[in-house]
């Protein structure tokens, strides 16, 4: 079976065609760097790295692109209130300056770094940090005026929505109905976006010194690196009514041409009834999910559970049962390894399992009947096999290996334990999240503790 990906801009499956034979530009919204990220938005970037997984099973070549927005995107997602980096240089009591904003920026940027690595996730080829990239923002604007499509208001340099006849084409909406966003008297059209906002500690451009905007980073620094025209955007799907809505109306205002021919987005994660987020205060990080005795594998296991495009209803006791599903699944790989096996061929031979496998992955990255398939043949599926699945999966079942742990680690349980005699629960959760970061659980028994190795 050929891949298949549901397309937003079609709000249909269409068998994915690349532009050109066998290579596949992808760009993925990354992270505004202002503080670190929940596991919530880690959702996003699970369900791309299974896309991008994905389209190496079927022998694509992938030009991975992701940006890092570190100036320029507003408190909220919906375009408006203040730019998210001056609020985390006031939450840090930084002044408010270009080097001041870096250091926040590069600072998160390497937390969010971390927390992709901790989930085995595939870095991508180019990262692109808005910052570096003023040269080609303003070139864009410059393009939308030379168009006719720019105009300017005290605040900013705006889009004139009403002059591109498809804006809003990504939203199941009429354009006319698209809610304002940046509230501006000034402005013509209340849909209109800022392609520019005045500021201060901005940069020079040859309508006044500010920000770039938050879409035209996207715009331009996709382009730059995937051309005029490119295979797959991908993003939440919170991001189709405004962010990617207004990249499209931008790049094919500037280049009369179709921007991306598909547009791919994953759903929100649930927790308590609502979308987590800051603004609802519900969220979590993945380090907090460490100190609770969880392995940032269980949560990739427990995102695999729901397909991309439906919610996934958070909660630990559903993360509990993830952990004990990966940990059998680890627990069948040991026993596997113990097996005498042919090394003369480590590629799995096609067979009845991994024909169904792949064929439920190109059906638009349907993981959860992925994961019911490798159950309902985990009695009799081979070492390769389930290796080649986690070419896709990718809970790292070519790094298990079981052991004893090292004294270092033995010494650190046995603190642990005199902290949690004297109630310190503060400073036993510290060493918690220190053992899993570390690669060991600590579970706490009535026979005492009990450490199991998480193999990453």
Known sequence: MRLTLYNSLSRKKEVFEPIRDKEVGLYTCGP?????????????????????RALLLN?????????????????????????????ALRREGKPFTLDAMKEVAEFYAAAFKKDLAKLNIIMPDIWCAASEYIK???????RLEDKGYVYTTSDGVY??????????KLVQTNAADIQSRIQNSEKKNPRDFALLKFNEI??????????PGWHI???????????????????????????????????????????????????????????????????????????????PMDYRYLVMTAHYRSPLLFSLEALSAAKSARERLYNVVLKLQKEPRDKTNEVPRANKFTGQFLEAINDDLNTPKALALLWDN????????????????????????????????????????????????????????DLAEKGWIVEDTPEGPRLKRVFL
């Open 32 to 52: 505004t760097v202002y503080d670190y990220a929940h596991v919530g938005n880690l959702r996003t970037y699970i369900f791309e790295d299974i896309l991008k």
């Open 59 to 87: 022998d694509y070549a992938v030009r991975h692109v992701m940006n890092i927005t570190d100036i320029g995107h507003l408190t909220s997602d919906s375009d408006e209130g203040e730019d998210k980096m001056a609020k």
């Open 136 to 142: 080609e923002e303003v070139a864009l604007i410059q």
């Open 159 to 168: 889009f004139n929505t009403a002059l591109f006849v498809d804006y809003g």
């Open 202 to 211: 901005g940069w020079e451009s040859p309508w006044g010194k500010g920000f």
């Open 217 to 295: 980073e996207c715009s331009a620094m996709s382009m730059k690196h995937l051309g005029e025209q490119f295979d797959i955007h991908c993003g939440g799907i919170d991001h189709i009514p405004v962010h990617h809505t207004n990249e499209i109306a931008q790049a094919e205002a500037a280049t009369g041409k179709k921007f991306v021919n598909f547009w791919i987005h994953g759903n929100l994660l649930i927790a308590g009834g609502k979308r987590m987020g800051k603004s609802e205060g519900n969220l979590m990080t993945l380090s907090e999910l460490g100190s609770r005795g969880f392995h």
């Open 378 to 433: 985990i009695g009799s599926v081979s070492l390769k096999d389930l290796l080649w699945t986690d070419k896709v999966m990718g809970l790292g079942l070519n790094k298990i290996k079981e052991e004893e742990a090292p004294e270092d680690i033995k010494r650190l349980v046995e603190e642990r334990e005199v902290l949690r005699r004297n109630k310190k629960w503060k400073e036993t959760d510290i060493l918690r999240r």
